[in-house]
């Protein structure tokens, strides 16, 4: 009778709990750990694409969707995304507002070899998620690219919006700044490490409400690129800044006009 | 007697040991395994680089394995060198390579059909007459279909104004036609995909066959090609190659710098970038995104990348049982999409199919791979790779790229073989250089 309850029970916690089929891929992965701080993420809400075989470690598609309403009282407050076999994994750390109207974003990370990748997701009432994805690279990500920069269009930066919103409505954003993101582990022709150099932060607002914000690490591709979502309900200015880790600064504005 | 006789196991037991390649080179056969039927029925669908080859190598290496090959064309078209043709330096009827010494020679029985559908469970294939043919093992080589409508504009009606040019034939005559009727001082564009895609090399070589074009014929033409991608195939060898030979004629706009083409407009030749920046060309020619050919997605082999995964060992498909796809249309990366690796694909799946007919375990394999591009004439450049297995996984085992600092007489040597290649391939494949 205990038995056939324990059995019982057991079997209503796989469905009520969708847990990961034995140990959770990232088990020993300090970082994600560290942003898991000791809860249990669930699947199912949060979904993770990548292309299951990569010819360009340098620069591989990446992009994260969390179902969530995005409103002022449930939304989707931050995804991590970590690279676990990268020499250091996180790629990125994005707030969200429910501003953006949808919990989706897009960019391009290095993966230096065939790997995992992991997005875990934190609401604003504490629920956590998590995704995963196999990704089979045959070009490393460290081996592209050579030493010499275009540095003719560094700190260049771009950005796209729809043309027209509808009020509240979400429309997807495109941005892209040209920089080398170089890691500090690179070395250049004369044996030399090359010296870090990364934009850390990407921040996106319309008047002095911040939309996003995105913290960058070393495992995001060169020409850091971010794709999001903004919803806006009047016509107004969006400013995306992009920040150099104790170096320069770029500045882009684009109008947001509704229909 | 002046060759040995071997029989059909130690004919097998060699491939094994040596690798289908040097067994080739010996010109080994095997023997039927008796008198009467035969060893087993092989249906290959596509008559390229990758059906003509597995075809062909099934019979030599064993005669008593029915093949049959089918292929709607009466000749087959290659892609590799017809930017040579696009460039003046090639005939379009030496691109075409018949299937006679198939017939003739190696006894494949060739149908000049299409394949409709495959029956996995009743393994037979429905050719377009509504005919079927049975299998014990079919092959699929049927390279690649165009993504209509996935780059936002390009339609099979759009190919008509803006040719893709990326499967020889009508649409290489195209492309062909407007160069010559293009305006001297005019814009070329060419609209280079993201990865996967046939020919890695193919877009840039095709810039510098165009330019070799119009260098002679519209000096004062620009040619402008924009990609979805950062990093491309042999890219410091051609960087240098374009500026060499063409001066500055070849301007290339990577994805980093707005060059990724996200909507074609094909009435107005125009394109327009990822961040908004429209384009106009006089001549415009987009290789559009592509994945496996029709019978490899109606078979059930293809998964949601679009293209075929396969077993490393001998490219059977871990979907469907009993089937084999090779050539383009498979997931094989590191392996190029290249008429090469097809080739070389063809030996080895040719060689673990008359050894899962016949019982026993197939060889190791191992592929080469060599992609020659024609900059300009007497300059040619080359990637070379050889494959292997390791830990499960297909790898390069080794390779590498003409040097950077070549001298003007290895450029020349690389276009000379880049000549020599295409006609010992075409010869190995059809048996027509």
Same mark, same amino acid.
């Given at each position: 009778m205990y038995r056939s309850l324990a059995v019982l029970l057991s079997g209503l916690m796989l469905v009520a709990a969708p847990v990961w089929a034995g140990a959770p891929p990232w088990e020993r992965v300090e970082a994600v750990q560290n942003v898991l701080d000791g809860e249990t993420p669930v699947r199912g809400a949060i979904h993770l694409d990548l292309p299951l075989v990569s010819r360009d470690g340098s620069a591989v598609p990446l992009t994260v969707e969390v179902d969530s309403p995005m409103s002022e009282d449930d939304y989707v407050a931050s995804i991590h995304l970590f690279a676990v076999s990268n020499p250091y994994p996180e790629i990125a750390t994005i707030h969200l507002t429910p501003r953006m109207g949808q919990a989706k974003v897009a960019t391009r990370v290095r993966l230096n070899e065939s790997q995992r990748v992991v997005a875990v997701a934190r609401t604003n009432t504490g629920r956590v998620y998590a995704d995963a994805r196999e990704v089979r690279v045959t070009v490393a990500g460290c081996l592209a690219r050579d030493a010499t920069y275009d540095s003719d269009t560094l700190m260049l930066a771009r950005v796209r919006a729809p043309e027209r919103f509808s009020a509240g409505e979400p429309g997807e954003v495109t941005t892209l700044i040209n920089h080398p993101m170089e890691t500090g582990l690179r070395k250049n022709g004369d044996g030399n490490l090359i010296p870090r150099r990364i934009v850390h932060r990407v921040a996106a607002s319309v008047g002095a409400e911040t939309v996003m914000e995105a913290e960058l690490h070393r495992?995001?591709? !060169?020409d850091p690129y971010l794709r999001f979502f903004v919803a806006p309900v009047e016509d107004g200015t969006l400013t995306v800044r992009w920040d150099e880790e104790g170096g320069e600064s770029a500045v882009r504005e684009e109008s947001l006009r509704l229909r | 007697m002046t060759r040995g006789r071997i029989n059909r196991r130690q004919a097998l037991k060699l491939m094994g040991a040596m690798g289908a390649g040097p067994f080739l080179a010996a010109g080994g056969r095997i023997p039927p395994a008796a008198a009467g039927g035969p060893a087993g029925r092989v249906v290959v669908v596509g008559g390229g680089f990758g059906g003509a080859t597995v075809a062909k190598y099934i019979k030599r290496f064993d005669p008593a394995v029915e093949v049959t090959l089918v292929e709607p064309s009466r000749r087959h078209f290659t892609c590799p060198f017809s930017n040579l043709y696009l460039g003046g330096?090639?005939?379009?009827?030496?691109?075409g390579h018949g299937y006679e010494e198939l017939v003739s020679r190696y006894g494949v029985q060739v149908v000049h059909s299409m394949a409709d559908d495959v029956d996995a469970d009743g393994r037979t294939v429905r050719l377009a007459g509504g005919e079927t043919l049975s299998w014990d093992r079919l092959v699929l080589s049927p390279g690649i279909d165009i993504r209509w409508g996935e780059l936002e504009g390009y339609t099979r009606a759009a190919a008509e104004k803006? %040719?893709? !040019?990326?499967? !020889?034939g009508p649409q290489t005559h195209l492309l062909k036609k407007q160069l010559e009727a293009m305006e001297d001082g005019g814009t070329f564009i060419l609209v280079a995909p993201d990865n996967p895609f046939r020919c890695p090399p193919g877009p840039y070589e095709r810039v510098a066959m165009v330019a070799n074009y119009l260098k002679s014929h519209k000096p004062k033409s620009k040619i402008l090609l924009l990609d979805a991608k950062d990093n491309f195939s042999k890219q410091g060898l051609f960087l240098d190659g374009w500026r060499k030979n063409y001066g500055d004629m070849i301007e290339w706009v990577g994805r980093s710098q707005d060059g990724e083409v996200v909507r074609v407009d094909a009435d107005r030749l125009e394109v327009e970038t990822e961040f908004g920046t429209t384009h106009k060309a006089s001549v415009l020619n987009v290789v559009p995104p592509q994945r496996a050919g029709f019978i490899a997605r109606r078979a059930g082999v293809t998964d949601a990348s679009g293209w075929a995964p396969v077993e490393p060992r001998t490219f059977a498909s871990p979907r469907v049982e009993g089937v084999y796809v090779i050539g383009?249309?498979?997931?094989?990366? %590191?392996? %190029?999409?290249?008429g090469f690796c097809a080739n070389a694909q063809g030996k080895v799946t040719a060689a673990a199919i008359v050894a899962d007919l016949a019982g026993v375990d197939g060889p190791d394999p191992s592929w080469a791979n060599t992609c020659y591009s024609t900059v300009a004439p007497g300059y040619g450049i080359s990637v070379a790779g050889v494959y292997g297995i390791r830990e499960g996984h297909i790898e390069e085992i080794s390779g590498g790229v003409s040097?950077?600092? !070549?001298d003007a007489a290895f450029r020349r040597r690389e276009a000379e073989y880049a000549v020599a290649w295409y006609r010992a391939i075409t010869q190995d494949t059809w048996g027509t250089a």
């Open positions: 495992s995001v591709s !060169a | 330096l090639y005939q379009f009827d030496a691109l803006a %040719p893709h !040019a990326w499967q !020889a383009d249309a498979t997931e094989a990366a %590191p392996m %190029p999409k290249s040097p950077a600092d !070549a």
